[in-house]
Every structure is written in structure tokens, then in C-alpha cells.
């Protein structure tokens, strides 16, 4: 290895205000919610979307709570389930950090069949204005991952190669940029090519399985550079847990699409 790039010297720590301190995870997540839900009320302004502007509003109330409740559930649950049943009041410590996108992606499927079913719109449109919207909030999040130098990659000789201070001495992958990219960048343009074209009924589900199966796939790649919890290390067949956790993603996003392109063909005479 003759170059690597040493690591930014970033303060995790944004805003400092006597006892108020606001780190860039949590201005990851404010940018990802208000620029979303700014977005989403632009996009149920077009004709084909029953989903008020005043709905989007209450619907960020909803996904907040889901975003924040399901992310840190599905770490307890998915990444430390052990040392979190030794240390259950820990669960609240979240400003310690520690959250997974599954475990969030869970929490806003629960907020969003909740506000269908209070409202009377249809889950599926409700999931794809969400689908929509989502990959800002990851592009955010693993920007802050990278600042807060964590989740790093694994040790390689690329000339792009950064030297993250918690993970020793050797140059590693910056994974969070790629994530950043695939799953956040990529992903949003696709979503946004989609999601501005004239709707229909019979396409509805189209968004959310793209953006479950482009999560999947993007996901499962990124994990290919990214280093496995050292809690876990490598599972069954050599996956990490966040390539396990994508295959249902991959393959609902595929049930969803082929349910919507067979609604939309016509009938064979």
C-alpha cells in the first residue's frame, strides 16, 4: 500500500450550546424527515394521489416515531440482542448511537398501514409516497456514519483508501460513501425518474418494490466492502447479518413488481 487517505478530522458533535448538543446522526435524520416530507407534499399535488398534503404532515408524525422506535428496536434485536438482555435499560441510551435500517424500515411499514387504516387510503400508495422519499434519509445517514467515522470498510488497497482512526492502523474501504451512493444517490434518481410519471391504480406497489429490491441488491453489494459487525462477524454461507437481512427485501420487492406488471397487461384474447 504506497497511499491512503487519512481520516477527516470531523467532530462528531455539530451544535454545542452549554448542556444542548446536537451530533451530525441527529442532523441526519432531521434533514432526511423535513426534506422527505417537503418532497412527498409536492409529489401528492400531482393527479393519481389520494394522500393529502395535510396527510403527509400527520404521516411524518407517524414515520418518526417508526423511523426511531423500529431502528432501535431492530439493533437490540438483530446486532446485541445478548448484552441488551444483560443490560436492558441501555436500550434507551440512544444518543450512545446504534441503530438499524431493517429495524427502521420495519417501524415505518408499521407507522404507514396504521395511517392508511386511519385515513382509508390504500397501504400501497401510502408505502410508495414513502419508497419515494426514503433514499434521502439514507444518503444523510450514512454521510454521518462516515463523519462519525464507524461502520467502515474492510481493509483494502485502493487508492482511495481511508485510514479510520477507531478501526487501527490499516486502510480500509470509506463503505458509508459507497452506501451513501448506492443507496442513497442511485437509488433516489430511479425513485424519482418513477415516481413523477403519470400514476395509475394498477401501478400501485411499483415504487415500493423497486425501492425494496434497489435496497436489497445496493445493500447486499455495499456489504461486499463493508466489514461485519465484530459482534457477529460472518454467518451462515459467509453473509453478514445486513446481506441476510436484504433477501426478503429483494423478494418482496420482486413479488411486488411482477403483482404490478401483471395488472398492468392486457388480457390475452
Do not use: C, K
Not at 487517505?5 to 441527529?26: H, M, N, Q, S
Not at 389520494?50 to 408524525?61: A, C, I, N, Q, S
Not at 410508495?128 to 483494502?156: C, K, M, S, Y
Request: hydrophobic share 50%.
Amino acid at each position: 500500500m504506497l497511499f491512503a487517505i487519512p481520516f477527516p478530522a470531523f467532530d462528531p458533535v455539530a451544535i454545542e450550546l452549554g448542556p444542548l448538543v446536537i451530533r451530525w446522526y441527529a442532523l441526519a435524520y432531521i434533514a432526511g424527515l423535513l426534506i422527505g416530507w417537503r418532497l412527498a407534499r409536492r409529489l401528492v399535488a400531482r393527479p393519481g394521489w389520494t394522500v393529502t398534503r395535510e396527510g403527509v404532515d400527520d404521516l411524518l408524525f407517524y414515520v418518526t416515531l417508526g423511523v426511531i422506535l423500529g431502528g432501535r428496536l431492530g439493533y437490540v434485536l438483530f446486532y446485541q440482542p445478548g448484552y441488551y438482555a444483560a443490560n436492558p435499560l441501555e436500550i434507551l441510551y440512544v444518543w450512545r448511537g446504534g441503530m438499524s435500517f431493517h429495524g427502521g424500515l420495519i417501524g415505518v411499514l408499521v407507522a404507514a398501514v396504521y395511517f392508511a387504516r386511519r385515513t382509508g387510503a390504500h397501504p400501497l400508495e401510502v408505502a410508495d409516497l414513502l419508497a419515494a422519499v426514503a433514499p434521502i434519509g439514507l444518503f444523510f445517514g450514512r454521510i454521518a456514519n462516515f463523519i462519525n467515522g464507524e461502520l467502515w470498510g474492510r481493509v483494502t488497497d485502493v487508492p482511495w483508501a481511508v485510514v479510520f482512526p477507531m478501526a487501527g492502523p490499516e486502510p480500509r474501504h470509506p463503505s458509508q460513501i459507497y452506501e451513501a451512493l448506492l443507496e442513497g444517490l442511485l437509488l433516489f434518481v430511479v425513485l424519482q425518474v418513477l415516481a413523477w410519471r403519470p400514476r395509475r391504480p394498477e401501478q400501485q406497489g411499483i415504487l415500493t418494490g423497486v425501492f425494496l429490491l434497489g435496497y436489497g441488491l445496493a445493500r447486499s453489494f455495499a456489504e461486499l466492502y463493508r466489514e461485519p459487525d465484530a459482534q457477529l462477524g460472518y454467518l451462515w454461507g459467509g453473509l453478514t447479518m445486513g446481506q441476510i437481512l436484504s433477501i426478503p427485501l429483494v423478494l418482496a420487492g420482486l413479488y411486488l413488481l411482477l403483482r404490478a406488471l401483471r395488472s398492468v397487461q392486457p388480457a390475452t384474447r
